[in-house]
């Protein structure tokens, strides 16, 4: 079972900064099989990044996915106040799937 | 649209049985798995499983393995999500997820609480 481990747990943020979130698997992981969602409180999650890098529909570009290996990064640029959320990463490859355990985005 | 529908709250006790469902519209039902995705109170997403709805075919996370069941029901396009015996520790929400091929979950339903409670 690949392990993923996010960092920070929480990050504090004004609104018009830009957020770095990090994602580090226990053992490489296949880039195209990476994936970053975002939950809003009371929500499902929603789809923003898969394949690494590849936002999903309607995401806007603000929202930036990058890495390789067993580092990947989830970059949110010009924080606007919707984004501040939980954030988590999934790989999709290999079985079981598994999840990190999340970055809460906080406004400062 | 694609949708998953999923059936409303549940209050149980332990050791009772359930099944909860998740109903999709809005695409050919069989073209894509289910998956199914645990959240208990307070903390962070858990992969239970995912169910082929053409054949059936199922995989289970190991911590899951044994204690829960998939099905599909292809006359109703609607895949369900069953206890035999409910604990305590399976107070959470459960969600149900659409996967791509390559196995993104891409549309979400809503969500279930179930809670376990004597």
């Known amino acids: 079972e690949i392990v993923l481990t996010q960092s920070p747990g929480t990050l504090s943020l004004s609104p018009g900064e830009t957020a770095t979130l990090s994602c580090r698997a226990s053992q490489s992981v296949t880039s195209s099989y990476v994936a970053w969602y975002q939950q809003k409180s009371g929500q499902a999650p929603r789809l923003l990044i898969f394949?690494?890098?590849t936002r999903a529909t309607g995401i806007p570009d603000r929202f930036r996915g990058s890495g390789s290996g067993t580092d990947f990064t989830l970059t949110i640029s010009r924080l606007e106040p919707e984004d501040f959320a939980v954030y988590y990463c999934q790989e999709y490859y290999s079985l079981p799937i598994t999840f990190g355990q999340g970055t809460r985005l906080e406004i400062k | 649209e694609v949708q998953l529908l999923q059936s409303g709250a549940e209050m149980k006790k332990p050791g009772d049985s359930l099944r909860i469902s998740c109903k999709v519209s809005g695409y050919s039902f069989t073209a894509y798995w289910i998956t199914w995705v645990r959240q208990m109170p307070g903390q962070g997403l858990e992969w239970m499983g995912r169910?082929?709805?053409?054949?059936?075919?199922?995989n289970y996370g190991p911590s899951f393995q044994g204690h829960v069941t998939f099905s599909v029901d292809k006359s109703i396009n609607t895949a369900f999500l069953q206890w035999g015996s409910l604990k305590a520790s399976d107070t959470a929400v459960y969600y149900c997820a659409r996967l791509v091929r390559d196995g993104r979950a891409d549309y979400w339903g809503q969500g279930a609480l179930v809670t376990v409670s004597s």
């Open positions: 394949g690494a890098s």
């Open positions: 169910i082929d709805p053409s054949d059936s075919y199922t």
